[in-house]
Structure formats: C-alpha cells, structure tokens
C-alpha cells in the first residue's frame, strides 16, 4: 500500500474504508490479489448495475476494439453512436411515449448537471435555479451550487451562487411546494423567478429520501403553471436503480430535462448524456462541448445494455424480489434492536436503514466489510446504511449480503449494549 500513500492525493475517501487492493471482479464480487472475495454492495456508486464484467457486454467491447473500432470520436458520427441511440429510442424511449433530444456531454454525472444548467438558464433567461434541501448533483463549481451537502460545498472555496434552497419533501415538516408556490407569485417575496428546478426524486448521499408521487405531480404542475423547466438528476436514481428504468416513472411525470450517468454505459465505463425536449435545443454548435464527450467504447455496452436488459420485464421483477428481501432482513433487525434504528429508507435497490447515529452505521459498515461485503454509508451525518448491490443479483447472493449485514448488526449491537453497561 506504500505507494497509494506516497502518491496519491488524501482527496481518496473508498479507499480508506475498504483498505485492501482489489485485482478482479465478477458479477457482484470483488476479489483482491491475495484471492480474498467481497460481495459488492456499492456497485460502484451505482455505476455498475448490471454488475462487474457481464460476459455478452465484455465480448461485444472486446469484438468491437479488435476490429479497430472507433475509441475517441468528440462528436462526429460514428457506427457505435447511430447503435446507441437506436436502442435508446427503441428500448427506452418509445415504450415510454417520450420524445427527447440527446446531448452528449463530458463523461461524468456533473457535466451532465452543468450542461443542463446552463441550458436552461440559456433558454429562460434567467440566472437563478431551485434546488433541494440534501440534495446532491456533483461536484463542479456549478453542480456544487446546486448541492446541499457541507462538506462537499467546503471544498470549492468561492462563493456558491445562482440557486435558491429549498426544503424537500419531509424536511422539517415543512409544506416546501406551498411555500414554493407563494413565493412565486409574491413580488415581495424576494425569490428571483427560477430558470428551472432541479432535483432527485429519490436522494441518494442525501440519506435515500423518496419523494413521494403527489408530491412530484404537484411540484410539476407549478412548474408548468409558472414557465419554470423541471430538470430530473436522474444520475444515481436512474437506469433501473429504484426499479423502473427512470426513477420518475411511477409519478407519471415527464421532465424538460433529465440527466443520465453512471450506468447509462453499463459497463461502468464514463459517460454522460442529457436528455431534453426538442422545443429547449437551443445550443449553437459547440457552444457547450467536451473533449470525451465521444466515449465510443461506452456507447457500444451501453446499446447492448439496453437491449439485454430493457427488452422485457425480468430485470425490474429480479429489482423487485430483491428489494422485498433486503425489506424483510431490515424489518427483522429493527424488530430485534429498536434503539439502534430509526426507518427504513429509499426504493427498489437504492434502498437502506437510517441508524440512531452515523456512529452505529458506520459501524455496521466496517463489520459487513470485515465479514466479506463491501457497503457504504449516506445522509447528512452518514447514518444510513445503504444497500448498493448491482440489479442483476440473483436471490443465493443477496441472501449471503443479508447474513452478512445481520451478523454485523448483532455485533455491533453486543458492543453498544456492552459499552453502555
């Protein structure tokens, strides 16, 4: 480990809580260079999943670099782009009655959220964007603006402008779309009539809070009602990880915008797009660009995931069943030690269990990391335990990531309990 330590910038943070060197990976298991195995719980943050190296995804980029295919491509036309947006429309798109252009964007989660941004400022405008209480969009000076978290914010050392905060559902109890709607139209208010909103219907770092579909439908609604964009930061939320394809499918809702990252590749490989309607592309050429906007290696698992896995409905019932068996285990250990846990979080498999204390959940964490799985901790204080693990988990390795987390909790707990005697 020498050298991580003698080169590499403190900014690492996965590293320090899982401290082993990782050479392969499969599936949902990680396995280091002494042959140790771990089950993935953190799916690369969300970037993974369909898991690690997928067989067909693995040959498809495999056949498609040996016969020299196209690597780097800024924005020009190529073979892989044309296959992606085809299965795009064809997978995504059409059975879902919506209509958005594409725009390819740098290769990570908050170029995307800059580009949108931008956009939207460019087509109202206007400079101020609303922006939720937990929420978190990226970490590029602009993304950042729009980003709740402290710590995160901290690290810019500007001032952080253009966005006016406002609490999400549930927060503090407060009635955020009312307050919402008042200010709008109060010229005393002092909110600077918004370009757009921007938001995750399901917060991840923010600690898996879930909006719920009235709550969207309304906040819709007054969008529409005030000429303000809706912009969807569908980046961890997204590509399956809630249990549809985009996390605001069961609202119903149709967002100006959505930002996709992360597993729009499939393979964990960078990319970025977003989508808009094609009323908003307003761009001039190159106005908004990026060296490796043109990721061609992406875009070729990115197709073939859409197709393997959006073309019927077996990956969201595996979602489902697995999230009814992480459910379960949850309900069992909050029976078993009330004073440890205060509720179950988040939808499909962007879902966990908010601890007494970021103290007790990162102790679960380092317990389930000592016991064979790897898994993080979210929210403001990082007391929610957060189960990550790629879509495509069959049921034999969930119910071993279960065994793992109870042993965990019954370990801790004997701890707690013990310290407090």
């Known amino acids: 480990m020498d050298i991580f330590n003698q080169y590499e910038s403190k900014v690492r ?14 599936g949902c298991w990680l396995e280091t260079d002494s042959g140790e195995r771990y089950l993935d719980f953190l799916a690369g943050a969300g970037s993974l999943n369909y898991g690690h190296n997928n067989s067909e995804l693995q040959t498809a980029l495999v056949d498609y670099i040996t016969s020299d295919g196209i690597t780097h491509g800024l924005d020009m036309h190529s073979n892989a782009k044309a296959d992606f947006l085809v299965a795009l429309n064809k997978y995504i798109f059409q059975p879902r009655s919506l209509d958005y252009k594409v725009q390819f ?11 949108a941004l ?13 922006a939720f209480t937990n929420g978190f969009h990226g970490c590029t000076a602009g993304a950042l603006a729009a980003t709740g978290n402290q710590h995160h914010r901290g690290g810019n050392g500007l001032p952080l402008a253009g966005v006016t905060r406002l609490p999400y559902e549930g927060y503090a109890g407060i009635d955020s779309l009312s307050l919402f709607e ?29 909006a719920s579909n009235q709550w969207l439908q309304r906040l819709e609604k007054i969008c529409r009602d005030n000429d303000v964009l809706l912009i969807v930061d569908d980046i961890q939320a997204g590509c399956g990880r809630t249990g549809t394809f985009f996390s605001f499918e069961p609202a119903g809702i149709k967002p100006d915008i959505v930002t996709l990252s992360k597993s729009i590749s499939g393979y964990g490989l960078p990319m970025a797009i977003v989508l808009l309607k094609p009323e908003l592309d307003s761009w001039k050429p190159g106005e908004h660009n990026g060296t490796f906007r043109g990721n ?3 875009f070729v698992t990115a197709a073939h995931s859409l197709q393997m896995f959006w073309s019927d409905n077996a990956l969201e019932e595996n979602i489902a069943a697995r999230s009814a068996q992480v459910s379960e285990t949850l309900s069992l250990v909050m029976k078993r030690y009330p004073q440890l846990f205060e509720q179950q979080k988040g939808r499909g498999l962007m879902i966990g269990v908010e601890c007494s204390c970021g103290e007790t959940a990162s102790l679960i964490a380092r317990e389930c990391f000592a016991n064979g799985m790897v898994i993080e901790t979210a929210g403001p204080n990082d007391e929610v335990v957060k189960f990550f693990s790629p879509l495509t988990i069959t049921q034999s390795e969930m119910a071993q990531g279960m065994k793992i987390f109870e042993q965990a909790v019954d370990t801790v707990a004997s701890k707690l309990i013990k310290k407090a005697s």
């Not at 943070?13 to 499969?26: I, T």
């Not at 964007?105 to 580009?115: H, L, R, S």
């Not at 010229?187 to 219907?201: C, M, N, R, Y």
């Open 182 to 210: 008042t200010m709008l139209t109060d010229a005393s208010s002092g909110l600077d009539k918004p370009a757009a909103v921007l938001l995750e219907t399901v917060q991840g770092e923010g600690g898996l809070n879930v």
């Open 13 to 26: 943070s996965y590293s320090n809580n899982f401290p082993v060197l990782f050479k392969k990976a499969k």
């Open 105 to 115: 964007t740098g290769p990570t989660g908050t170029n995307a959220v800059e580009a």
């Open 118 to 130: 931008k956009l939207a400022r460019k087509v109202k405008g206007r400079p101020n964007v609303v």
């Open 296 to 298: 061609n290696h992406a």
